[in-house]
């Protein structure tokens, strides 16, 4: 046992907090002998503080400076204690700062040393890597009452990209890292497969939410399987909001949670025992069926959906996107089926200049592209030399297509990470178009100013895109994703 002088003694000014810490001016302090042999001392002493939302004194950290790290395994207090620190949720990140800045916290997690001040690699995150991890444990501390396991959503939260410090893909980097890092905290097996599991899926309901088709039971089931268990879905549902709110405000937004919320029901639903046909939607419905039948042309806005109803021909779609492009309206999904030689065209937008939409102004000009009155690239390339959604400086990452042939069993999944720009849509729509082939899902995220798009695409008769044509499909993608912005 090593003693050592704390912070003068207690005075009629201070409030006890726990056996030798009290608060004196709004701040912790140390007082009496202070065993400085005690290896828990540092997060019981912080998570003290956090609980009260005040700071250590200065000195009271310099004096933890003399304690050793925390033994393998940790003793069952330091587990709590860490768990404590966490869930205070906001208080909690200068804490772990002030840790880190006294040398304290690698002796904790070794394993932070190499994500300190870390750069991210995608310029929509608003933090470093380790600022990051603070905030998203944070943000799920708020969260905590949604879980049954607030334990495992706040250390699996503030753990979910350690593997961004070390070589390799983060996630499977991380997921040896954490199981690790959880079996030395003391969590039994069952509770480190799940914190392992969480980093494995830490992706997961966001990727899917927003670049897959929600209505096709393949996919929900599909989710369904990879988590496995209801505790898993909760937590991973808590993760990804509070993961995403930490990433930026480019990364979160009503549309995004909506289609996590929605995911997450209809997994839950499967994961309960419920048949996977209940949950997923079936589209048309009978009251769009009967607009395609009626045989007349169909363009509608309403609210944030426009509805066209029109002969199918390739590049029907392109030209809706172009139109919409040029009234600044961002496409964020879309639903669109083919029958009896007609073409439903349900889409969802977003207006770049706020929440109204001047839907006359755009059904005027759609009805003009359709009829093939509107001359759509000459009045793109106009708005493009007009405005620009990023800085010239705006350092872009490669666009790249990627096919994921597993991913339907009735159509080809085609996914385009792309720097964005006006009518970038509208070309990529355009380019499959070359090929006769048919959109019938399509889900559009942009983050900051990059894009990432979704097709669903099936042959003119049917079916999957023979493979053999995809090379040419990609090129065809990329060139005009590269087109002059």
Known sequence: MTLRRGIGRFSRRDRALAPGAVLRDGEVHLLGEVDTSDPVLPLRTAALAAGEDVPVHRAVLTLLEGCPPLPTPWPDEARDQLVHLLGSGRPAISH???????????????????????????????????????????????????????????????????????????TVVGMEIVADIGARMGFDPDDV????????????????ATRRDLDDPEVIQ????????????????ALTEADSQATGPAAWGPWKQELVDVLVRRVEHVLEGGAVHDVTETFPSEEQRALVTSGQRVVRGVGDTLTVVDADRPGLFSRVTGTLALHGLDVLDANIV???????????????????????????????????RLALRARLAERAATYRRSAPTTVHSEPKVEFHLDASSRATVVEVHAPDSVGVLHRITAAIAEFDLDIVRARVQTLLDEVVDSFYLEAAGGGKVPEDVLPELRR??????????
């Open 193 to 208: 497969a799940v914190l392992v599991a969480m980093v494995e899926h830490h992706l997961l309901l966001p990727d899917v």
């Open 338 to 372: 083919t029958f009896d030689g007609r073409a439903l065209e349900v889409i969802t937008v977003q207006s770049s200049f706020g929440p109204t939409f001047a839907w006359d102004k755009v059904l005027r000009d759609l009805e003009r592209a359709l009829a093939g």
């Open 96 to 170: 772990l700062e002030s840790l880190d800045q006294h040398g304290l916290f690698t002796k904790v997690l070794p394993e932070w040393e190499a994500v300190r001040s870390k750069p991210q690699r995608n310029a929509y995150h608003t933090f470093t890597v380790d600022r990051h991890l603070c905030e998203a444990a944070a943000n799920a501390a708020e969260l905590a009452g949604r879980v049954s396991r607030p334990d495992l959503l706040v250390v699996g939260t503030w753990l979910h990209d350690i593997g961004k410090g070390f070589p390799g893909d983060h």
């Open 476 to 485: 065809a993608i990329l060139h005009a994703v590269d087109a002059p912005r």
């Open 222 to 237: 599909w989710v369904a399987d990879s988590v496995g268990s209801t505790l898993l879905l909760e937590l991973l549902h």
